[in-house]
């Protein structure tokens, strides 16, 4: 509450008059703890649920007992600021190392660290575990003194999807460690429980960091006539290109950087080159060579769009890994707002399955809004992903993606951040690689990528470049092994990710205080007669979004209603209407219902109005019949 001139605002923004003016009945307004929903009882991945943040050690909240405009005593639990101890204990979570990319191994000890030295802050689950048997971590971050975590409205984040992409693993770390150890960003933690799943791909991402090979999410081998099986060969760990001479070879060496092979032109005098990934041949038979991995793409995976023609997996939700990403949201309604981290030319990509004009208008307004607010934080361009190719293409969809699934499946507001690649790192913006032309793509962008690495070698840990070995094929005969790796195009310099991240992690704490927020304001009690009394007031959203977020919201299957309860004590009855009055949703901004109820009670018996909703959080009033 805020007073203004003599009079108390209460948190709807809705005035109360002067204590002059006081009704009879006193209330106690008591801290949202929350109530486990019918809904949540038996989910599929209750175990989230079970085992609760443990309690917070070193520090206590204060409660203050006030006298509200009304009469009312109000009783306020706030989280004071950071003690001293609080401060040294928050000092054990590790910082985020930005000079390379995290291991499997160095991911899970990190975690395991942060929730050591998180003084009860972060609680880290296993998500599921991958057909390689890894584990996909889930850190849960939220302040016990607020309630229990799955009580109140949630953020989702998740990176690395896509095996080459471990710096949205960095950018996940980043936002973790910022949420812990700095005092306003922690305090958000206090209204916003935050699901981060830093790296969602472990499988991926462990075969991308060791063997620097192509590959989008995980590796699938289909043996068939002349496909290179990818193999290391030669021992070094590696699985990396082989090339061979051929006077009819379509590639030859970039006459200014004798490291990357280019298509060759007219005029050229070689020598020239044939290539194709490290590995063996199935069946070899001196044809034409193909490849024998199927290249899954766990974000075409999801249901919203998907098409068989684009995603090589049988079916939506094949991949465990997203199966186990979909189970968690859909059986977590109070998230409301997701980020899920990518690689690629920089950008904030939004929801776009459907043409705009076919986008419910008011959806449409506020995915721009913040899509708008995260661009002027982060720098980064919002784009549709229709967009989000050379201005001579037909419109580019992407079926079966991960924002898609999020917004019109589950009325979540949500963006994929394309935080960068090999390009941007040298300089190379959208609008310029967007726009290129393949020449200019496979020689001067390429040369640029590589004069960037030479520039900074001393604090570069990627492995860009493999110096050509010679090496005795038992089909090809005399070959060369080494060359360019995915990571030239694919990977962002390490250090720059500290400050992408900082922008994006700014963002993302923009974009979870819009979260809906429950509140009763105005609660009364009037003696209509013996006994008889009439409780009224108003539940409302002083949130940004809707309860429902998005418009898609409504018919999603883990749309909830707002429900608001009156609970008597004993020897009191509600006479009128029902005890627990349900609104399919309010709006935010202020929007709110009437509540309305007439109670038989005894003079002195207590009355509690309790207002919940999975996004918007649980609220409560206690009323003293007068």
């Given at each position: 509450m805020e007073r203004q001139s003599g009079y108390l605002i209460d948190v709807a923004g809705f005035p109360m008059v002067p204590p002059s003016h006081s009704r009879p009945g006193t209330s106690l307004r008591s801290h949202p703890s929350g109530r486990p929903h019918l809904s949540e009882q038996g989910s599929p991945m209750a175990q989230y649920r079970q085992r609760p943040l443990p309690p917070i050690r070193g520090s206590s909240a204060e409660t203050a007992r006030r006298v509200s405009s009304c009469g009312r005593a109000v009783t306020v639990i706030h989280r004071p600021s950071l003690t001293a101890h609080e401060e040294e204990a928050m000092s054990g979570v590790p910082e985020v190392k930005f000079d390379s990319f995290y291991s499997h191994e160095e991911l899970t000890a990190f975690l395991q660290a942060a929730e050591a030295g998180a003084d009860g802050l972060m609680r880290l689950d296993r998500l599921t575990e991958t057909p390689e048997g890894r584990d996909v971590w889930l850190a849960t971050l939220a302040?016990?003194?607020?309630?229990?975590?799955?009580?109140?409205?949630?953020?989702?984040?998740?990176?690395?999807?896509?095996?080459?992409?471990?710096?949205?693993?960095?950018?996940?770390?980043?936002?973790?460690?910022?949420?812990?150890?700095?005092?306003?960003?922690?305090?958000?933690?206090?209204?916003?429980?935050?699901?981060?799943?830093?790296?969602a791909n472990p499988d991926g991402a462990e075969y991308a960091l060791s063997t620097h090979a192509e590959v989008r999410s995980r590796v699938a081998i289909e043996e068939k006539l002349n496909a290179v099986v990818p193999e290391d060969l030669n021992g070094d760990g590696m699985i990396l290109n082989m090339r061979w001479e051929d006077p009819a070879g379509p590639l030859t060496e970039d006459p200014e950087d004798g490291r990357l092979l280019v298509p060759r032109r007219p005029g050229?005098?070689?020598?020239?080159?044939?290539?194709?990934?490290?590995?063996?041949?199935?069946?070899y038979d001196g044809g034409p060579l193909r490849p024998a991995v199927s290249n899954y793409d766990f974000n075409r995976n999801y249901p919203v769009g998907w098409d068989r023609g684009?995603?090589?997996?049988?079916?939506?939700?094949?991949?465990?890994?997203?199966?186990?990403?979909?189970?968690?949201?859909?059986?977590?309604?109070?998230?409301?707002?997701?980020?899920?981290?990518?690689?690629?030319?920089?950008?904030?990509?939004?929801?776009d399955s459907m043409p705009d004009e076919e986008i419910n208008e008011a959806d449409l307004a506020l995915v721009l809004e913040v899509g708008q607010m995260g661009e002027r934080i982060t720098g980064l361009k919002l784009m549709s992903s229709r967009d989000y190719r050379a201005s001579w293409r037909?419109?580019?969809?992407?079926?079966?993606?991960?924002?898609?699934?999020?917004?019109?499946g589950l009325g979540l507001s949500w963006y994929v951040i394309e935080v960068g690649w090999g390009l941007s790192t040298a300089g190379i913006g959208p609008d310029e690689s967007f726009d290129a032309q393949p020449e200019t793509r496979e020689r001067d962008f390429m040369r640029r990528i590589m004069r960037f690495a030479d520039e900074h070698a001393e604090t570069?840990?990627?492995?860009?470049?493999?110096?050509?070995?010679?090496?005795?094929?038992?089909?090809?005969?005399?070959?060369?092994?080494?060359?360019?790796?995915?990571?030239?195009?694919?990977?962002?310099?390490?250090?720059?990710?500290?400050?992408?991240?900082?922008?994006?992690?700014?963002?993302?704490?923009e974009h979870a205080a819009w979260h809906p927020r429950l509140v009763l304001s105005g609660c009364e009690v009037t003696a209509v007669g013996p006994d008889l009394y009439r409780v009224r007031g108003r539940v409302a959203n002083v949130g940004r979004f809707?309860?429902?977020?998005?418009?898609?919201?409504?018919?999603?299957?883990?749309?909830?209603?707002?429900?608001?309860?009156?609970?008597?004590?004993?020897?009191?009855?509600?006479?009128?209407?029902?005890?627990?009055?349900?609104?399919?949703?309010i709006g935010g901004g202020g929007d709110f219902r009437p509540l309305e109820w007439f109670v038989c009670a005894p003079a002195g018996s207590e009355l509690t109005v309790r207002a919940s909703h999975p996004k918007g959080g649980t609220c409560s009033e206690r009323l003293i019949m007068p």
């Open positions: 302040d016990p003194v607020a309630g229990s975590a799955e009580h109140q409205p949630a953020y989702y984040v998740q990176g690395n999807v896509h095996a080459h992409e471990m710096y949205g693993t960095s950018a996940a770390l980043h936002l973790l460690h910022a949420l812990l150890t700095e005092p306003e960003a922690r305090r958000l933690l206090a209204e916003v429980t935050f699901y981060i799943v830093p790296r050229d005098s070689g020598p020239f080159y044939h290539q194709c990934m490290e590995g063996t041949i199935h069946e684009t995603d090589q997996a049988r079916y939506p939700f094949e991949q465990p890994e997203i199966r186990a990403v979909g189970d968690f949201l859909i059986s977590h309604p109070n998230v409301f707002a997701g980020i899920d981290f990518h690689g690629g030319t920089p950008a904030i990509l939004r929801p037909t419109p580019n969809v992407l079926p079966g993606n991960s924002k898609d699934f999020a917004h019109f570069d840990s990627r492995v860009l470049f493999v110096p050509w070995k010679d090496y005795d094929h038992p089909q090809l005969g005399r070959v060369q092994i080494g060359g360019l790796t995915r990571a030239a195009t694919s990977h962002v310099y390490p250090p720059q990710m500290a400050e992408i991240s900082a922008g994006t992690t700014s963002f993302i704490r809707a309860t429902n977020v998005m418009s898609t919201g409504l018919t999603s299957r883990t749309h909830e209603p707002v429900q608001v309860s009156i609970e008597q004590s004993e020897g009191a009855e509600v006479l009128s209407r029902q005890r627990v009055l349900e609104f399919p949703a």
